[in-house]
């Protein structure tokens, strides 16, 4: 993803004042959102760790040395325990270390003047955090949009769909007749989950251990990322193997 997202949501608020038109010409954030829909996963969490990333990549690369950068992450002693994971599996040592450093260095000093134990002066939020919520809302605002086209929604019919948590989110950017047809498409999904659920537990009996695992093999895992969000089968790829090895 190597659009701005702060560049890209200025330059749409003209356009939707102006005609309401979010996506003149099917702008680069329009093909974003169709990229993501052929993905097996929700295409907003997809987005917004597609944009975690890129930021990631860019902040321990250019700007390690930066002041204010610094400075911000002194503020909110770093970031939370999930962007912190992925700035670790980003990979970038040198930049990790620096600021890793920069933050125990900080801590040590306020331990020393203040004592051990004593209160720790208010922290920010994390500052990845606060950027996904920005980007959580362009998103949703441009899925929202992209939906009431009949190619999307065809796209959109044979992917993923949504995780809970966005779907629940997208219906304040969606008129009328968009959401309706979504909460229908989203009700169809959940029910053909829910039946490969039912298939699963049914072949985990022991009556029924020699039947071959289908589809159904890692409908758990869709299930908790349909529910929860987050690129959950990705984690569980191994575990699962280990399981139907089992069965």
């Not at 039912?198 to 020699?210: A, M, N, Q, T, V």
Request: with cysteine; charged share 25%; glycine share 8%.
């Amino acid at each position: 993803m190597k659009s701005n997202i702060r560049s890209i949501w200025k330059r749409l608020q003209p356009v939707r004042k102006r005609n309401g038109n979010l996506f003149p010409d099917h702008d680069t954030l329009y093909h974003e959102v169709r990229e993501t829909l052929v993905i097996p996963h929700c295409p907003i969490c997809t987005l917004l760790q597609a944009s975690t990333d890129e930021r990631l990549g860019y902040l321990f690369h250019e700007n390690v040395n930066d002041p204010g950068f610094r400075e911000e992450l002194r503020s909110s002693m770093g970031y939370c325990s999930r962007h912190a994971a992925d700035a670790v599996r980003c990979g970038n040592a040198l930049g990790l270390t620096i600021i890793s450093r920069d933050l125990l260095m900080q801590f040590l000093h306020h331990t020393k003047r203040d004592g051990y134990g004593a209160p720790t002066e208010q922290r920010t939020e994390c500052p990845l955090c606060v950027m996904e919520r920005e980007d959580t809302h362009l998103y949703l605002y441009a899925l929202g949009v992209a939906l009431r086209e009949s190619d999307i929604r065809t796209l959109y019919q044979n992917g993923f769909g949504l995780c809970l948590p966005h779907l629940e989110g997208i219906y304040g950017y969606c008129n009328e007749e968009t959401a309706k047809w979504l909460a229908m498409c989203e009700e169809r999904k959940m029910r053909l989950l829910m039946d490969e659920l039912g298939e699963f537990i049914r072949k985990s009996d022991y009556r029924f251990l020699g039947e071959p695992i289908g589809t159904e093999g890692n409908a758990w895992s869709r299930a908790m990322e349909k529910i929860s969000g987050g690129n959950i089968q990705r984690i569980s790829d191994s575990f699962l193997m280990r399981h139907i090895e089992d069965v």
